[in-house]
């Protein structure tokens, strides 16, 4: 079964700088999944009302070897191969190959590794989350590098909220130069990339040893329909 953590089932501790954030027992769901998954095959029209197909329009610089995540923006298809390619390739919603964006080195709009991509919903812009250089790469609709902001502890997965701030799981050992936050996976980061708290410590995920955060393909924010 998949277990969907609810952020608003929480309540806050404020005896640390940076207040901890404990989720509230009854807001963890439990969603049975009716299929087995370990079927080869699974009939698709069991699960969706209905369903179709968008061939992506292929090109030299818009191949693609295995999608690791798949985002939509308006009318524009996202996808993200960041584990094997390290390529992020944007579509209209009909197929048509626009344009890829970002490309490794150091400088502006660039990354030595897509560590993550969310979107941020509000001004419309795609987020990639370069660990290794501890940075968010900011880019518009059109896929252009609008800014960047740097983080101060190493990170592998991103959401951005309602409100423009940050929901990040860090990486689980290599912080250690904030001894506060280095036993807890989610941290909440205001836009101004300041940290206002801190969740799911090392002593609540005991209570759940056989629920993970987050899958290898990250994770996203979601909202009840």
């Known amino acids: 079964k998949n277990v969907k953590f609810e952020i608003k089932g929480l309540k806050i501790a404020t005896n ?8 509230v027992k009854n807001s963890i769901k439990s969603i049975d999944v009716p ?14 009302d209905s369903a179709y197909y968008i061939p992506l329009e292929t090109k030299s610089n818009s191949l ?7 985002m939509f923006l308006d009318d524009m298809i996202i996808v993200i191969q960041n584990i094997k390619r390290q390529s992020i390739l944007l579509f209209t919603d009909k197929g048509k190959f626009i344009k890829s964006i970002g490309e490794k080195g150091k400088g502006k709009g660039e990354y030595l590794t897509i560590t993550d991509v969310t ?3 509000k001004n419309k812009n795609i987020v990639i989350l370069d660990d ?12 252009d590098c609008i800014y960047e902001k740097k983080l101060m502890f190493f990170s592998k997965s991103i959401s951005i909220l309602n409100d423009g701030s940050f929901l990040i799981e860090q990486v689980k050992g ?6 506060e936050i ?3 996976n989610l941290l909440f980061i205001q836009s101004d990339m300041k940290m206002t708290g801190k969740s799911l410590s090392l002593d609540y995920r005991l209570e759940f040893p056989k629920n993970e955060i987050v899958s290898n393909s990250n994770f996203n924010l979601v909202e009840d329909a």
Do not use: A, M, V
């Open 16 to 23: 640390s700088k940076i207040p901890e954030i404990i989720p």
């Open 35 to 48: 299929f087995d998954l370990s079927e080869s095959i699974i009939n698709i029209h069991e699960i969706f």
């Open 64 to 70: 693609i070897g295995e999608i690791d995540k798949l």
């Open 119 to 121: 979107i941020d919903k």
């Open 132 to 143: 290794r250089n501890k940075k968010l790469i900011f880019f518009n609709s059109k896929g």
């Open 174 to 179: 290599l912080n250690k130069h904030i001894q």
């Open 182 to 184: 280095t036993n807890y």
